[in-house]
């Protein structure tokens, strides 16, 4: 009963640190969408914070996992998943606050993977716009120097390839 009870409220913990998340990205995206780049670290640095949370309540939640099976006897011969888990559980009420997690934290993971494949269109376009202005900036140009018009047996030679005084038949 009580790792139950540890296992919901590692859920609501994780359920809460994903609502930070989806804020954080939610900021995240004006902050792309303005240009703000110190802003952005900043929420990059919030979100790896968080990230961190989780991965420890994503042990915890293992570890609780782990007690439950062992203190109902239940074996652990392979990786259990949270339904299959709910489904061994007797006390209704049990199952139904962690199936009521479980539900929550799927949909806020749903809603977070949204946000991210949003951001990560505004990052990729980003990127496209300045290669493309590097591209414009450094396209080959027209030397800004003097360069002697080709003529007789030279007069194949490309005249934007810029060519060198060196060039020489061997």
Known sequence: MEHIAALGEVFAELIGHHHQLIELGKQKKDSLIKGKLDELKNIIDQETGIIKEITHLENERQKTIALILKSHHWDRQEEITMSRLIDLIDDFAQKKMLRSLQQELSSIMLELRDINQLNRQLI????????QSI???????EPATYDRPSSGSDGNRDKRSGGSIFDTKA
């Open 135 to 141: 591209e414009l900036l450094t396209e080959a140009q």
């Open 124 to 131: 990729e376009q980003s990127l496209e716009y300045v290669n």
